[in-house]
Nanobody, 123 residues
Framework: QVQLVESGGGSVQPGGSLRLSCAASGNIFSINTMAWYRQAPGKQRELVAT???????NYADSVKGRFTISRDNAKNILYLQMNSLKPEDTALYCCYADGSIYSSGYHRPFISWGQGTQVTVSS
């Protein structure tokens, strides 16, 4: 099992910044893709940004130029720096990771999701 725990959410005014973190723990052998998703009340879950183990990134058009995804492979931590926040960024932000674990002498694939951290942008 791999656990993902997010932190860093909160309430900010429009134009403000927040930095989210997601710490992965467990019998991790390797992590391939990590990502941030978000879901606002009454809306479908939306992919915000992804990052591969080699550092390649992709962003939703709605956050390009404002958000930056990064990761610390040595510590298995994912980050999301969010600048110039807008009210429409208000959502529950969840972390995603996939890769492999080492258990009982075998490598097994895993997909894990965090519980999420709330981001609220309002004046």
């Amino acid at each position: 099992q791999v656990q993902l725990v997010e932190s860093g959410g909160g309430s900010v005014q429009p134009g403000g910044s927040l930095r989210l973190s997601c710490a992965a723990s467990g019998n991790i052998f390797s992590i391939n893709t990590m990502a941030w998703y978000r879901q606002a009340p009454g809306k479908q879950r939306e992919l915000v940004a992804t990052i591969t183990s080699s550092g390649s990134t992709n962003y939703a058009d709605s956050v390009k130029g404002r958000f930056t995804i990064s990761r610390d492979n040595a510590k298995n931590i994912l980050y999301l720096q969010m600048n110039s926040l807008k009210p429409e960024d208000t959502a529950l932000y969840c972390c995603y990771a996939d890769g492999s674990i080492y258990s009982s002498g075998y490598h097994r694939p895993f997909i894990s999701w965090g519980q999420g951290t709330q981001v609220t942008v309002s004046s």
